[in-house]
């Protein structure tokens, strides 16, 4: 357990090297990504015979998106500190969790309804959208609680070290 904390609160004192940085916030976007895609998905098309292939698609371009949304985490998070500064931090993160969840769910349910469905129709495109954005958010709201609460703090610090 020391040798995982010393690993990734780097208390070692060396720079932490950009490459595990990088792999780190690759890994979080997969596994939530795919989570999330996975879900979005199967609400949009079901389990077919080109689920994965679907699925697939819709995770390589929610990579196009999960960018936008470690940029506005950062601005979330500035401005519920900023707007709420005498609020315990926990509770501060609890509400960047939340407003979190919703704007990559948006993004996200986004992506995978353009890969699934596409836009030839809009009515099934917002449709989509609105089936992927409803079936994945209590799924996305309980991550980032649990992400904001919990590993956060550490990836934080972990990614300034």
């Not at 879900?39 to 292939?53: C, K, P």
């Not at 409803?134 to 990836?155: D, H, R």
Request: aromatic residues 8%; glycine residues 8%; proline residues 3%.
């Amino acid at each position: 357990m020391a040798l995982q904390n010393s690993l990734l609160l780097n208390t070692n004192g060396k720079k932490t090297p950009l490459l595990h940085k990088v792999l780190l916030v690759l890994a979080i976007m997969t596994v939530m990504g795919g989570l999330l895609t996975g879900i979005m998905t199967y609400m949009n098309v079901g389990y077919t015979s080109s689920f994965f292939v679907d699925w697939s698609k819709a995770l390589l371009s929610a990579f196009a998106v999960m960018p936008i949304g470690i940029l506005l985490i950062g601005l979330i998070t500035k401005g519920v500190n900023r707007l709420l500064p005498d609020m315990k931090a926990h509770k501060r993160n609890l509400i960047v969790g939340v407003l979190m969840a919703c704007a990559m769910e948006s993004m996200l349910a986004f992506s995978t309804a353009t890969n699934t469905i596409g836009f030839s129709d809009t009515a099934a495109f917002l449709h989509g959208w609105l089936v992927g954005f409803l079936a994945a958010l209590p799924v996305g709201v309980t991550l980032m609680i649990i992400i904001s609460l919990t590993i956060k703090p550490k990836i934080e610090a972990f990614l300034k070290s």
